[in-house]
Every structure is written in C-alpha cells, then in structure tokens.
C-alpha cells in the first residue's frame, strides 16, 4: 500500500471500522514509514481530545420544558383541526346548498358545535391555566398595560406540570399565544417571569 | 374522537413510554446538541425541537433500532434545515485556521491533562474545549453531525448511517475529510507549511 492509499484510510483504521486484511496492511506500513504514523498519531490525538471534551448539561429541567411544549403543540393541532374541519365543513356545504346567507349560517353553526366539543375536550391537561377576568375587569387589560398581578393567573392542575401555581412559578421565553378562550399558552418553559406583557397578547 | 390523540399519533401506552425516554436520553441528546451548535440556547431549541418532532412522529417509531440512533436521526434533520433557515450562520473560511498561538503555546494548549495518569478525571480545560468548540463550529454540518457521533457519542459507522440515513462509505469519507478539516483548523499555517 502507498502513503496515499493508507492516508485515505486511516480515520477508518483508527476506528477499528478497516476488514482484517487492510487493517493488517496499514498497520505493517505504519511500522515503516513515519510521515504517516506522525499522521495517524495526530488523528488519533484529535480523537482523545473530543472524547474527552465536557459533557453539556441543560440549563434549566429540560424534561419539564419538553413535555410543556408538546403539550402546547397538541393543543395548537387540536385547535388546527377544528379550524381545518370547520372549513371543511363550509367548504361541503357550499357544495350542496349554494346560496351564501344559508352558507354563512350554516358555518356558523357547524363552528359553534365544533368549538362546544373542543373547548370540553381542551379542558384536560394541555393548557398552563387561565386568567380571571373577573376582578379587575375586562377593560383594564388594554394593550400596553403590565398587569402585575400573578395571583389573577388560575393555574390548571395538570398531569406534568404538578406544583404550578402562581404565575411566578409559569415561566416563557416569549413565544406565547392566546386563544380566545383567555388560556395562556406557553410554547417554551424556560426563564421564570413574575410579570407578563399584554402587549404580546393583544386584547 | 379525541382530536388532539388523534393528530398527535401518540396513545395512552406509548405516552408513558415515550415519557421514559425523554428522561433517560434528554441529557446525552442535549449534549450532542450542544456540540452541534455551540451554545446554550441553540441547543436548548434543538433539542426541544427534536423531541418533539419525536413525539409527533413516535407511532412510526421502529423498535428494533436504538431510540438515541433514531432521536439522532430526527435531530441531524432539525439542525440542518433551522441551518438552512437562518441566512446567514456563521461559518468560517474552512481554509483559516483558528488563531491558538502556535508552536509550544499550542502544543501545551491540545495536550490532553493528566491523560495517562488519571483519566477518568481528565477533563479538557476551558480554553481547549472553546478551541474545539470553534473548529467545529467552522465544519460543514454532514462533517460535524458524523465527526461528533463518532467520537463524542462513539458510535460506530453503521449507527451513523442509520442516524444520518446514508451508506457506509459516505459516513467513512465524511469523517474522513471532517477530521482533515479539524486538524488543518487546529494547525496555524506555519506548520502546515512545515509539514509539506
Ligand atoms: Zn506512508
């Protein structure tokens, strides 16, 4: 074997991934020639130096963050999903009936039974709770104003959140939706927030 | 009907299941994406991203392979198209070697601590592992994503191609030339020119 022939496979030699014969072969030549036993060792330097770099830990509970956004993202499908059967819906309708006015009223309808199912079937575990508008009321949460009451947030018990309570203990990163069933969500449970921005959710 | 089981494709069973294995892979998946992107926040993203791409997609997950292998799968394809996504990423001229002083500041720096006398505390300090960082950083995502299996997840060459869904021979020629790259990444100009 020649230099160039063994350079091309040394990276495989090292990671013992070379059949028998070749390995064999590289490794009678790299007795004999030091040029490519100086390559094979820095290889193999680089190699140790990489297996011996620190293992990376999460900076916060990544499980507890991974569940939450999985449970965001099934929330935001489920709501995809009436919104798309909705349509649907209309969309069939126009078909057979015709006249827009019997097509608005009818998707009307078809919306509200939908919507009826998906708001019981919401009630479960996906969303992180939801805001009591009756004290302060309503008008107060204008666009623009930092609410800074935590205690108005009503945490839903869930399954995989247990012990969220107060907003203080809710934490985002900014990428929150509010649908109009007042529920917060959050997409990301990363840094802890004792405030929350109206702003973001633009009543 | 429940409509989100439904689209999610997950049932009750395989929730729990799936539950599982977010806690026992969560830290060797986020590992893997730290050294994927470099730093904190991407990797958190990543690895969010990947699990729950793994969630969605678990009804077609097969057994028969190693979860971790088939995570890694999913999340080699995250990171390569948020790379894509983004417009400008930062990659450097592959011919630049990364500025390290050179000659026996450098030698002192890639030496391995305490290597033969205790390995198992060895760790690498933290000026080298922003050295290593960086390099890899600078190599083309196929070369990292099969440089870091290899020898930060130690992998072996079927596994990365059943991670990076490729045949054998291509994992080999890209460790192959991701390592090239690294070390001519690691070695300033002057000893390559030595070398040569
Ligand atoms: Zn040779």
Redesign the pocket.
Known sequence: ???RK??HLLSAYMDGELPGIESLQIRD??N??????D?YNELLHMKRLLGRLKVQTPVHDLPVAIFQTIRVDSELASHRTVAARTQELANGLRAAVGPPRVVAIAICAAGLVVFTFASRNSDKVHSIGSWDHSTPPASEFTAGIRYPDPQRFVSTPSRNTPGIRTLDEVSFTGQSYRWPDDRLYSRRANTPVSTVDYTQFGR | MDIARLFAGVLKNDRSEFDALVNRCHRQAYNVAYRLTGNHADADDLTQETFLRAYRFFDRYNRSMPFENWLYRIMSRVFIDELRKKPKHRIQSIDQPINIGSGSEREMLLEIPDYDSNPENALLTDQLDEVLQTALNSLPEEFRIAVILADIEGMSYEEIAESMSCSLGTVRSRLHRGRKLLRSRLTPPSDMAARS
């Open positions: 074997m020649n230099c063994v350079n030549h790299l004999s020639c030091q040029a490519c036993c390559d």
